[in-house]
């Protein structure tokens, strides 16, 4: 069975400091991997998506990057928070045709 | 431009009552797939449902794609239903749009 784990659960940063959301996925080969971001009360926004190792596509441009540099993983990042990215990050993995969601990290910048 | 429009945006039912959620979108695509968001945040794949109807134990999901539209009937409801609803489809670029959702609340 697929398992999804993300970490930390949650964060609480500095505007300006670095961050880094890590996302790792066990019992797939080669998954299309995903983040997702919710402000408090919003919608939920895909921002990044990967089909393979090092290859990275951006959905919505938030300050914000990613990287795949195993199979199993993917990162996300920043050098320096924005108070508008607080909120909720979710990772999903694409089984078939559907799309399965990891626990998320909760995120707030101060 | 919201790709994914959902309604209503809340609903309160006493519980047994049932619940029909609706969803529509203006993107081509041929992938539905339903959520359901726990308080904490944490989404469940409730059913995907590229067109026709499609069921699992009190939840009926019904698309037609060329309408553009699909719906979640949930029938006797329980407290434990309460949370929100997500209608999500994709795109032809891998990309997953979301609706704001339905927001739940099954009182005793």
């Known amino acids: 069975a697929q398992t999804i784990h993300q970490w930390p659960v949650a964060e609480i940063k500095a505007v300006g400091s670095p961050l880094s959301l890590g996302c790792t996925i066990k019992?797939?080969?080669?998954?299309?991997l995903y983040w997702y971001w919710q402000a408090t009360g919003g919608t939920l926004q895909q921002l990044f998506y990967?089909?393979?190792?090092?290859?990275v596509e951006s959905v919505v441009q938030l300050n914000l990057s990613a990287s795949r540099p195993k199979d199993d993983q993917f990162i996300l990042s920043t050098e320096k928070l924005l108070l508008s990215h607080s909120g909720f990050y979710l990772c999903?993995?694409?089984?078939?045709?559907?799309?399965?969601f990891g626990p998320g990290t909760r995120l707030t910048v101060l | 431009e919201q790709q994914v429009q959902q309604s209503p945006a809340s609903l309160v039912l006493q519980e047994a009552e049932n619940a029909e959620l609706q969803c529509s979108f203006s993107i081509f695509t041929n992938q539905v797939q339903w959520f359901y968001q726990r308080p904490g945040g944490r989404l469940v794949s409730l059913l995907y449902n590229p067109s026709g109807t499609k069921q699992s134990g009190r939840l009926t999901s019904t698309t037609v794609i060329k309408e553009r539209r699909s719906s979640l009937h949930i029938s006797s409801s329980q407290i434990t239903d309460s949370g929100t609803y997500l209608c999500?489809?994709?795109?032809?670029?891998?990309?997953?749009?979301f609706g704001s959702g339905t927001k739940l609340t099954v009182e005793p």
């Open positions: 990967s089909i393979t190792v090092g290859q």
């Open positions: 999903a993995w694409k089984g078939g045709r559907e799309q399965y």
């Open positions: 019992g797939k080969s080669s998954p299309n």
């Open positions: 999500a489809t994709m795109s032809n670029y891998n990309v997953l749009y």
